[in-house]
């Protein structure tokens, strides 16, 4: 059963990207992680985001368009990047999500993946 | 929160599970009891606070459960259109019971039975499944909710909760039995019973929150569980040596972090911060429990915090001694803790290369996973100058690492490697 889990940044872990003083660090737990995944045999794709300034946010109700910079909630937390993974239940995803880095300092939302028939 | 209530909080945490047991133990219905009882908490939160706590509180909590066990009994029984067995029900050995003001006023007389050990072996019933036991015990032993046991073991909220209903629902069907085990299968059914108390502890030492001196902590509540276990079993060696161990660990939990929360290995930890009063009562329970005779893998644990305590405090190499412990605790249960204990005191006395070759004996699928081989092993190769395949384990490490603390832990000791 596939799940994605949904990485949640806070401002600090996104400037931490290109901090020279922690980049390092950052990239490092982010590369043994998804390794992890990798080894463990149950990784199933995901991909990471650029940072949520870089976002821009449609909506157009009733046919009138609205564009606005920046992601549709304004949150201490954001989106980051997600990471699929194939196991066989919630609990395991969860054991997972725990080991995702932005556990410890956004958060880590867990979904089961809509299979399209 | 006002006095009262505070007050009650507390009853209410030490009397919880002997009342749950006492209500529980005739009817096999946990979940029954479970209700009575937080209603009886609940009219106890809306009455003492004006009309003052009563001279024995127990008693008066355990009465009020059982009247509103009865009123939902019979409530049940009228839903069921079956008003004439109200009788039967009443005339009952619950009705002895009901509430007239007089005989709430004769609670102080009642004497209050301890059944939790029966309780404790009805949760680690081998009928029960054995993930479900540990939760089964905080919640009807200790009363922690759902959720915050579904936190601790990582499980989805619901999830735990439908576990926990689907197994007090098979004790109450099975009719799985409030009792004492004989003779003949006590030490079988009793470890079960401490493996699930040891389960609690190890759930609260995994949690970066968890300090020592917080009590509702689940490592204080699993040694308040081997205490109470103790209380009601005196004279069973591996009782005392679980409360040994966990004294061991909890003596120097505090010592795992430094002020600025940075992650502090056994050998590095400052000796000062370890807790000198749960060590010498650690010492004590683990004598006690030798002079009777009869060794298992909680002593021998045990046996093995004590010799690395001591190695600490003295600075006596004695790392044969703990080779030795871990090789009969190999003989009780070969566990991953216990083979990368047993692998790492081998490093000691033998070198690396030895240790290595006993880590590589491991079935890999089943470490491929679990943080503390890779992060011995990276010790390890390190240790033996094989730094290239001693970084990437660290990196396996790291990445399987959910402790913050542990994981700048890891990437520092990676650093250093290469340095």
Known sequence: MKFAIMVYETAEDFSNRSDAAAQGEYWAAYSAYSKALKEAGVAAGGTALLPPDTATSLRSPAGKRHIQDGPFIEAKEQLGGMFLIDVPDLDIALQWAAKCPSAATGGVEVRPVLEMG | ?419
């Open chain 2, 1 to 419: 929160m006002s006095l009262t209530n505070q007050t009650i909080e507390r009853i209410g945490r030490e009397c919880y599970g002997r009342l749950l047991s006492i209500l529980a133990a005739r009817s096999n219905d946990l979940a029954a009891a479970e209700d009575a009882l937080s209603e009886a908490f609940a009219e106890a939160l809306n009455r003492w606070p004006e009309a003052g706590i009563p001279d024995n509180p127990e008693a008066w909590l355990l009465t009020t459960a059982r009247r509103k066990r009865l009123d939902g009994f019979r409530r049940s029984i009228i839903q069921q259109g079956a008003i004439e067995h109200i009788g039967h029900a009443i005339a009952g050995e619950e009705s002895r019971r009901i509430s007239s003001q007089r005989e709430m006023d004769s609670d102080s007389m009642i004497e209050i039975q301890d059944e939790r050990l029966k309780l404790m072996f009805v949760c680690a019933h081998p009928a029960i499944e054995e993930t479900v036991r540990t939760p089964l015990m905080l919640q009807t032993l200790l009363g922690l909710d759902a959720a915050r046991i579904a936190s601790s073991m990582l499980v989805a909220p619901s999830t735990m909760g439908q576990r926990l209903s689907r197994a007090k629902r098979k004790i109450r069907d099975a009719k799985i039995p409030f009792q004492i085990p004989n003779k003949e299968d006590l030490d079988t059914r009793l470890a079960s019973v401490l493996e699930a108390i040891y389960a609690a502890y190890g759930l609260g030492w995994d949690d970066p929150s968890c300090t020592s001196d917080d009590t509702t902590s689940l490592t204080s509540e699993a040694i308040w569980l081997a205490r109470t276990t103790i209380d009601l079993l005196p004279n069973h060696p591996e009782t005392l040596g679980l409360l040994s161990l966990m004294l061991f660990c909890d003596a120097r939990a505090s010592a795992r972090r430094d002020d600025f929360d940075r992650y502090i290995p056994f050998d590095e930890q400052s000796l000062d911060k370890w807790d000198v009063r749960k060590i010498e009562e650690a010492e004590a329970l683990l004598r006690q429990a030798s002079k009777m005779g009869e060794v298992g893998p909680f002593q021998l644990e045990a046996a093995i915090q004590s010799a690395h305590t001591y190695r600490r405090l003295t600075g006596h190499n004695n790392w044969n001694e703990i080779l030795h412990l871990y090789e009969g605790l190999l003989r009780y249960c070969q566990t991953f803790g216990a083979l990368i204990g047993h692998a790492l005191a081998l490093a000691e006395t033998d070198g690396p290369q030895a240790a290595l070759s006993q880590l590589d004996c491991l079935d890999h699928e089943r470490v491929k996973s679990h943080l503390p081989y890779w992060a011995a092993r990276a010790e390890l190769l390190s240790r033996a100058g094989r730094l290239a395949e001693a970084i990437e384990a660290f990196s396996r490490a790291i990445g399987l690492a959910s402790d913050p603390a542990v994981r700048s832990f890891l990437q520092e000791r990676s650093k250093q490697s290469i340095a």
